[in-house]
């Protein structure tokens, strides 16, 4: 069954230092999301990805991050210089199509610990 | 805005026990209804969804119906196992927002032999 991967799984990185997430959506699909997980509160949503552009993004968001497919199978988020509260799970998302009800497939996550 | 609350856990159940997870939703729109579930150790998986007021979906013995009346979609399961020891995520998305899905905080379920 096709599946979204990421890697790393888990990424220690030092405060001030860029980090780059991978994630490999599944083939066919269009739209690409990533979520982030802190530690005990809710999934939220960064970023949507389509058409080779940013078509949503949460004000969480900002210039620190950024997203990108460099190829055709790669999706990156990056985070320039990483803080402490960056610390969290990353999820990457695809889906085929937008369309009423249409299911968004997750990867496993790359936990993120920035010390 | 659009907001998911489902019940703090964990919940705590012996096998064999009845479950119900509650989820009420707030939303700008008209929106579709999710259950994801996290296993230990896994990424985020679907678990079922319903699109429409009235609408049921089941998956694995799991089931929840969307009421519109009451903004709920409550998840429920007659007889849950060891095996659907989890976290389980209620969700909404909405077209005109891209699909992008919000998600309540969790519930952590945890089923004893």
């Known amino acids: 069954e096709p599946e979204v991967t990421q890697t790393p799984s888990h990424q220690v990185t030092q405060m001030g230092q860029e980090v780059i997430l991978r994630c490999v959506p599944i083939?066919?699909?269009?739209?690409f999301y990533w979520y982030r997980q802190i530690l005990g509160q809710k999934v939220e949503f960064l970023v949507s990805?389509?058409?080779?552009?940013?078509?949503?993004k949460s004000e969480i968001f900002d210039d620190q991050f950024s997203v990108e497919r460099p190829d055709g199978s790669n999706f990156t988020l990056k985070i320039r210089s990483t803080k402490l509260e960056d610390s969290a799970m990353y999820f990457c998302?695809?889906?085929?199509?937008?369309?009423?009800?249409?299911?968004?497939?997750f990867g496993q996550g790359t936990r993120l610990t920035v010390v | 805005g659009n907001s998911v609350t489902q019940m703090e856990g964990p919940v705590t159940l012996s096998e064999e026990a009845f479950l119900t997870i509650n989820c009420t939703y707030t939303?700008?729109?008209?929106?579709?209804l999710f259950w994801y579930v996290q296993y230990p150790g896994e990424g985020l998986q679907l678990l079922l969804k319903?699109?429409?007021?009235?609408d049921k979906g089941s998956n694995k013995g799991f089931e929840a119906t969307y009421r519109k009346e009451t903004t709920s979609f409550h998840l429920e399961k007659g007889s849950v196992q060891v095996s659907d020891s989890a976290v389980y995520f209620c969700?909404?998305?909405?077209?005109?927002?891209?699909?992008?899905?919000?998600f309540g905080g969790g519930t952590r379920l945890m089923v004893k032999p």
């Open positions: 990805f389509y058409n080779n552009e940013i078509s949503e």
């Open positions: 969700a909404l998305s909405l077209m005109n927002a891209g699909n992008m899905l919000t």
């Open positions: 083939s066919n699909h269009l739209y």
């Open positions: 998302a695809s889906s085929e199509v937008i369309r009423y009800g249409t299911e968004a497939f």
């Open positions: 319903a699109t429409k007021a009235d």
């Open positions: 939303a700008t729109g008209y929106p579709s």
